[in-house]
T-cell receptor, first 114, second 111 residues
């Protein structure tokens, strides 16, 4: 059982390019989340999905979009990358939505936008 | 706005000693708190949680203490081991029932 996988592991991207970060979980969890982690700021929620077919905006959603076509996959798209989106991105999932349910995190994607 | 902070950015502890990592929170309405461990190059991993109706909870070698009066949370690790070296951060239920994460404390275990 892999848990949560993310791809790519790392990426260097030119500003203005489009990029999709992939996230797949095999735990049949209903809720999924995307966070970015920046030094000195802690994890910040970008977007979330309480269940397949629904998505919601987190704390820092601007410049990002997500989709949740099925239970397992939750891709994060940067339509036109900017240097301020340089960060480490973590995908997470939980059995059910809400902060009281343990979130399981993927290994992260390190993205550098030049 | 609401914030979760840590007092010490880096904590160095000798192997076998006990570690105490602190966290201050400002949202008096938060009712759930979690400690995470993050090893280098990996995602955060749940360690222990506590609800606001408790002031102490124990796990395996870890204890979380909650002082709601001063809005302070601490993680105690007994008999610290080299494998405990990581960044530890707390999280609380913030606005809109979403977690708000602290910035982290790096725990370095010396031999």
């Amino acid at each position: 059982i892999a848990g949560i996988t993310q791809a790519p592991t790392s990426q260097i991207l030119a500003a203005g390019r489009r990029m999709t970060l992939r996230c797949t979980q095999d735990m049949r969890h209903n809720a999924m989340y995307w966070y970015r982690q920046d030094l000195g700021l802690g994890l910040r929620l970008i977007h979330y999905s309480n269940t397949a077919g629904t998505t919601g905006k987190g704390e820092v959603p601007d410049g990002y979009s997500v989709s949740r076509a099925n239970t397992d996959d939750f891709p994060l798209t940067l339509a036109s990358a900017v240097p301020s989106q340089t960060s480490v991105y973590f995908c997470a999932s939980s059995d059910f939505a809400g902060p009281y349910n343990e979130q399981f995190f993927g290994p992260g994607t390190r993205l550098t936008v030049l | 706005g609401e914030s979760v902070g840590l007092h010490l950015p880096t904590l160095s502890v000798q192997e076998g000693d006990n570690s105490i990592i602190n966290c201050a929170y400002s949202n008096s309405a938060s009712d759930y708190f979690i400690w995470y461990k993050q090893e280098s190059g990996k995602g955060p991993q749940f360690i222990i949680d506590i609800r606001s109706n408790m002031d102490k909870r124990q796990g395996q070698r870890v204890t979380v203490l909650l002082n709601k009066t001063v809005k302070h949370l601490s993680l105690q690790i007994a008999a610290t081991q080299p494998g405990d070296s990581a960044v530890y951060f707390c999280a609380e239920t913030g606005t809109a029932s979403k977690l708000t994460f602290g910035t982290g404390t790096r725990l370095q275990v010396t031999l």
